[in-house]
């Protein structure tokens, strides 16, 4: 069984359940093949396809080989970026599982909370666009923006159907809707549903959850992200995670959340259609409820122009990420103190927030190049 996302849909929670109850699973006739970390580095090279194609493949086929070996009656590969793949990627991916029976299950979340998260995923990976031109660039196809073809890859449900449902070796493709008010335990007795696993096994209240950040701590990592260019991806990831796991993390019950406007609610809404229409035209099963996926949000309900984050909010999310990053420059140097870091881009005068995202990326730099 392939779970290929979406992203923002759970999948996080989901896998989290999966390699805390490995033995669980063994003993219900399931298996996590190999674990997330095993299935995410296999994944992600395949991905590079079609370049280096032995280097590439070796992981995903000998994670192939343990799911031909293994014992069990279903075994699991839970990785979201799986919803990424081309056509020509998936024949890739499939083609190893041949004689197998190969099912698809697809989480997906109503895409009028998608968009705010999948804007915080944006912005933790180097995305430079506020929430406002966000909502725009995500909605002009003829743009070419960075912000449309990362959003669209990883939430255009339909195409992602298309492209595992159409391969004649997948036997089926299930949708499972996101809970939009019950617990999210009920999240995971879906997943084990439509995945042919015993819910039972597993006690989800254990289960790691990926927590969001605010609005204003989104809006200064994407302030700062003008200033980190150029980074090793692999070190810009790990400098962003330890932010946003401490100081940013730790603001986010005294934040706002960002609010769509009116064309993006009814954009959304669409899109929430164009999923509902996979199940009434029999293309999907659903294990769920359609009344995840709404489709008639009053437009009364949402502002015609959405408003930036409060500026007191996004000082003090300025501030802690100065904070952050001193530290962090003194834990690495193993210095008392540092000396002050000028910025790569100085700040005009007057701007206490431009200051200390210029002066935190500099700290920010400076950390990274210790690593």
């Not at 033995?23 to 093949?33: I, K, T």
């Not at 549903?193 to 204003?216: F, H, K, Q």
């Not at 995670?241 to 009116?262: F, K, M, S, T, W």
């Amino acid at each position: 069984m392939l779970h290929v996302g979406t992203m923002k849909s759970g999948t996080s929670y989901v896998q989290s359940i999966l390699g805390g109850h490995k033995q669980e699973l063994l003993a219900s006739g399931a298996e996590f093949v190999g674990g997330f970390g095993v299935q995410t580095r296999a994944v992600r090279r395949m991905l590079r396809l079609p370049e280096a194609p032995r280097r590439n493949r070796a992981r995903w086929l000998d994670l192939a080989a343990r799911v031909h070996a293994s014992p069990a009656e279903v075994s699991v590969v839970s990785m979201e970026f799986l919803g990424f793949a081309t056509e020509a990627q998936v024949e890739e991916l499939v083609s190893p599982l041949r004689g197998l029976e190969v099912s698809v299950v697809v989480t997906v979340r109503d895409q009028l909370r998608a968009v705010a998260a999948q804007w915080q995923t944006f912005t933790r990976n180097q995305g430079k666009d506020d929430w406002a031109s966000y909502l725009r660039l995500i909605e002009d196809p003829e743009g070419g923006s960075r912000a449309h073809r990362v959003f669209h890859r990883a939430q255009d449900v339909p195409v992602v159907v298309a492209r595992w449902g159409d391969h004649p070796a997948v036997a089926g493709v299930g949708l499972v809707t996101v809970p939009g008010h019950a617990p999210a335990s009920e999240l995971w007795r879906r997943f084990a549903t439509a995945a042919g696993l015993d819910a039972s096994i597993a006690d989800p209240s254990v289960a790691r959850r990926n927590d969001s950040l605010g609005y204003a701590s989104c809006d200064v990592l994407r302030r700062a992200n003008t200033l980190l260019t150029g980074l090793p991806g692999p070190v810009y990831r790990a400098l962003v995670r330890e932010a946003a796991l401490g100081p940013l993390g730790a603001l986010r019950a005294l934040e706002e959340r960002p609010v769509l406007d009116r064309t993006a609610a009814a954009a959304a809404a669409r899109r929430n259609a164009d999923i509902r229409a996979l199940v009434t035209g029999g293309r999907v099963g659903l294990t769920g409820d359609l009344e995840d996926l709404p489709v008639d949000a009053d437009p009364s309900g949402y502002p015609d122009a959405v408003s930036p984050p409060d500026p007191a909010h996004v000082l003090r999310a300025a501030r802690a990420l100065h904070e952050h990053a001193r530290s962090a420059l003194v834990a690495a140097t193993g210095a008392g103190s540092v000396d002050p870091v000028d910025p790569v881009d100085p700040p005009g005068p007057g701007d206490e927030v431009d200051r200390l995202v210029a002066e935190s990326a500099a700290l920010l730099r400076a950390v990274a190049g210790t690593r």
